[in-house]
């Protein structure tokens, strides 16, 4: 099949920086099925600009920011829609090919296109049935304690945690790169300590938004006194008097 390799040239050599962005409906992306694809470059990244790409810092500081978002599974890397985009369900694949080799510095990062809970984006290798191998292979010219990787979507038809334990054959990973390599948010080789992200759900009480029912409401409450109703004051006052106690000369003209 037809080769095609992104950064470096005819002797070698790596891009100092490979940015693809996405867009939510289709845009910025890498399809390339049936051939085998090559990523060269210091710093590789595809994803929505917003809140990921636009992020990336370069240097030292992009080293920690690429492991803070690796693990964090609350960070726009798992959830583009944490950095303020989205992709149409129908568009989430962001790089297709039969098989993929990455060979990075600092950082290769693969934005999850999915929604919070599943992954999608790179979509390589075969089918099951007839699997590709090595389908994706990943090395560094970086310190590999320091460099780190994650990829979301399907290898040979393998999606979410069963596609980190794929291993060799399938998955070539310099062994120093594994401690810092992800999956579908699961170390690469292992599937162990998987990260995704928590979506919390907020508790809200659900209301018969009729009146009786909100405010407790009873129909028909007997009012537990008469009134005292009269045309001016001189009225409501006429009966003081008979409260007042008995004096000894009123008991006498009882008799």
Excluded: M
């Amino acid at each position: 099949g037809r080769s095609v390799r992104i950064g470096g040239g005819r002797d070698g050599g790596n891009a100092n920086a490979i940015h693809v962005v996405a867009t939510h409906d289709g845009g910025g992306r890498l399809l390339f099925d049936g051939s085998d694809v090559e990523l060269r470059g210091s710093r590789i990244a595809i994803g929505l600009a917003p809140g990921f790409i636009d992020t990336l810092q370069p240097g030292a500081a992009g080293l920690a920011q690429a492991q803070t978002l690796i693990g964090n599974g609350n960070s726009a890397l798992y959830n583009p829609q944490l950095g303020g985009g989205f992709y149409d369900p129908n568009a989430t694949t962001t790089l297709s090919a039969r098989t993929l080799t990455v060979r990075f510095g600092d950082y290769a990062l693969f934005q999850n296109t999915a929604i919070p809970g599943s992954f999608s984006g790179v979509q390589i290798g075969g089918t099951p049935a007839a699997p590709i191998t090595p389908a994706l292979r990943i090395s560094s010219f970086g310190n590999p304690a320091q460099a780190s990787v994650a990829v979301f979507g399907t290898i040979n038809g393998t999606g979410g945690a069963r596609a980190a334990l794929l291993g060799n054959p399938v998955i070539n990973i310099d062994p120093l790169l594994l401690p810092n390599s992800r999956i579908n948010g699961c170390l690469a080789g292992s599937g162990a300590g998987c990260i995704t992200t928590i979506v919390i759900q907020p508790t809200l009480q659900v209301f018969d938004w009729s009146s009786e029912e909100v405010f407790g409401i009873a129909r028909d409450v007997a009012v537990p006194f008469t009134p005292v109703i009269g045309g001016n004051n001189e009225e409501l006052l006429s009966d003081l008097p008979a409260l007042a106690p008995e004096t000894p000369a009123d008991r006498k003209g009882q008799f």
